[in-house]
């Protein structure tokens, strides 16, 4: 079992910044990032492999958002830039069972409890 704990989340305006943080209790997991607005399914945002050095991004964010890893602190960050009313959710991480990025939710195994953006326009 993996515990993820997701920070970072709150309410900034439209064009602004955020940085959202994933503690894991484990490592050697590919880590994805999830998001699910109100009325919405929860969507693909981005992911990274274990070592770092493959990341994919929904096509709505690239360019916005960069997903990164610090296997040493066992965490894993989304800079969220140019931030948009249209991304406002709750963001989920995620940890795939694979070593490899993974962009599709039945892929993953474990998850954190969410936490909200809000971006005012």
């Known amino acids: 079992q993996v515990q993820l704990v997701e920070s970072g989340g709150g309410l900034v305006q439209a064009g602004g910044s955020l940085r959202l943080s994933c503690a894991a209790s484990a490592s050697r997991y590919a880590m994805g990032w999830f998001r699910q607005a109100p009325g919405k399914e929860r969507e693909f945002v981005a992911a990274v492999s274990w070592s770092g050095g493959s990341t994919y991004y929904a096509d709505s964010v690239k360019g916005r958002f960069t997903c990164s890893r610090d296997n040493a602190k066992n965490t894993v960050y989304l800079q969220m830039n140019s931030l948009k009313p249209e991304d406002t959710a709750v963001y989920y991480c995620?940890?795939?069972?694979?070593?490899?990025?993974?962009?599709?939710?039945?892929?993953?195994?474990?998850w954190g409890q969410g936490t909200q953006v809000t971006v005012s326009s």
């Open positions: 995620a940890a795939a069972l694979s070593i490899e990025a993974r962009t599709q939710e039945t892929e993953y195994a474990y």
